[in-house]
């Protein structure tokens, strides 16, 4: 590993949560350094590449906030262009990210990385997990040490968490419905799959539960099946839907939950199997160009730089850094092809 000039072994250490002595002996290649704390301090540094580039010469008290999430890459990138572009606005502040960002990993996995952020030390946690019992327990056990957690775009309820981060997934889903209600032909019986990458989480579950029961309010006659397990990624979607595909020659729609519409289309295209009205979320590279080919007919999206000063907001308040103010929660838009940002 090469250590950036323009870094000292102090900015590293702090960016990373570990010890200047172990990032000197990280950096000089003098061993005794377990490989996830190298790679620890090694995502530090692009993140102190990623601060630098974004950033304005700031004076103000340093608060380093852990973004933890559980999604795929494309989702992940996303909410940390987001948060970024935020962390500068707050100009009285040196609000430093640290990412810890997994497409597949157990709860319990998640539960060491948030001990392991808890020992290190953090003024906050934005999360984004599924809804699990060992979740709650991991974070009333980070708010009895004096570390926030913010949920972001899925929530977990029942949890001492902080605040939840994001728009109406009720709504979210009942819009869903309105619009497949009305794109699909009337008087034809239809059939809608709703694709979840995983019922676990509550973002998800509620966006499905809505999209079902509204559609089945406007449109009685369609009937809604939901497939799950995929947690996003493209590769493992594609096989399970080719597995839930088959035999079934009338799909008429689909509402895309948990993301992978490119590979929910190339399923369809493999099976030869008229492609489906789809309705998506979120303006990741994949979906802007799914719908600049006005091959995904509309993408319910909400700002995430709302929700991430949202977070920031939330989190520097619980510390007292910031008067108590109104924290406005992101709205849900409907993008289409051709009103594409």
Same mark, same amino acid.
């Given at each position: 590993m090469r250590k950036p @000039? *323009?870094?000292?072994?102090?900015? $590293?250490?702090?960016?990373?949560?570990?010890?200047?002595?172990?990032? !000197?002996?990280?950096?000089?290649?003098?061993?005794?350094?377990?490989?996830?704390?190298?790679?620890?301090?090694?995502? %530090?540094?692009k993140e102190l590449k990623e601060q630098e580039l974004f950033s304005m010469p700031v004076q103000g008290r340093t608060v380093f906030i852990d973004v933890v999430m559980h999604a795929p890459a494309r989702f992940c990138q996303a909410v940390r262009d987001a948060m970024n572009q935020q962390a500068v606005? #707050?100009?009285?502040?040196?609000?430093? &990210?640290?990412?810890?960002? +997994? =497409?597949? $990993?157990?709860?319990?996995?998640? *539960?060491?990385?948030?001990? #392991?952020? %808890?020992?290190?030390?953090?003024?906050?946690?934005?999360?984004?997990?599924?809804?699990?019992?060992?979740?709650?327990?991991?974070?009333?056990? &980070?708010?009895?040490?004096? $570390?926030?957690?913010?949920?972001?775009?899925?929530?977990?309820? =029942?949890?001492? *968490?902080?605040?939840y981060c994001g728009m109406s997934n009720h709504h979210a889903g009942a819009t869903a419905a309105y619009l497949m209600a009305n794109w699909l032909p009337q008087a034809a019986r239809s059939n809608v799959l709703v694709v979840l990458s995983n019922d676990r989480f509550q973002g998800e579950d509620e966006r499905a539960l809505a999209f079902a029961r509204s559609l089945q309010q406007q449109r009685p006659e369609i009937r809604v099946s939901r497939t799950e397990g995929s947690f996003g990624m493209d590769e493992r979607l594609y096989v399970q839907l080719c597995e839930d595909l088959k035999g079934h020659e009338s799909w008429s729609g689909v509402y895309s939950v948990g993301g992978g519409n @490119?590979?929910?289309?190339? %399923? +369809?295209?493999? &099976?030869?199997?008229? %492609? /489906?009205?789809?309705?998506?979320?979120?303006?990741?590279?994949?979906?802007? &160009?799914?719908?600049?080919?006005?091959?995904?007919?509309?993408?319910?999206?909400?700002?995430?730089?709302? !929700?991430?000063?949202?977070?920031?907001?939330?989190?520097?308040? #619980?510390? @007292?850094? $910031?008067?108590?103010?109104?924290? /406005?929660?992101?709205?849900?838009?409907?993008?289409?092809?051709?009103?594409?940002?």
């Open positions: @000039r *323009r870094y000292s072994i102090k900015q $590293i250490a702090a960016q990373a949560g570990v010890s200047q002595a172990t990032v !000197d002996r990280a950096v000089h290649h003098r061993g005794h350094v377990n490989p996830q704390t190298q790679q620890r301090i090694a995502q %530090a540094m606005q #707050w100009s009285a502040f040196r609000i430093k &990210l640290r990412f810890h960002l +997994f =497409e597949d $990993i157990s709860v319990s996995d998640l *539960r060491k990385q948030l001990i #392991w952020i %808890a020992q290190h030390g953090s003024h906050g946690v934005v999360l984004k997990v599924p809804n699990d019992p060992l979740m709650m327990e991991t974070i009333k056990d &980070l708010q009895q040490q004096g $570390i926030p957690v913010v949920t972001l775009v899925t929530d977990l309820p =029942e949890s001492d *968490r902080l605040l @490119r590979a929910i289309l190339q %399923a +369809f295209e493999d &099976l030869e199997l008229p %492609a /489906p009205v789809l309705i998506g979320h979120d303006l990741d590279r994949d979906n802007r &160009l799914l719908l600049a080919q006005k091959r995904l007919q509309a993408v319910l999206y909400h700002d995430l730089t709302v !929700d991430a000063q949202r977070s920031f907001q939330a989190l520097l308040q #619980w510390h @007292r850094l $910031i008067p108590e103010t109104d924290l /406005p929660q992101s709205k849900v838009e409907i993008i289409t092809p051709y009103n594409l940002p």
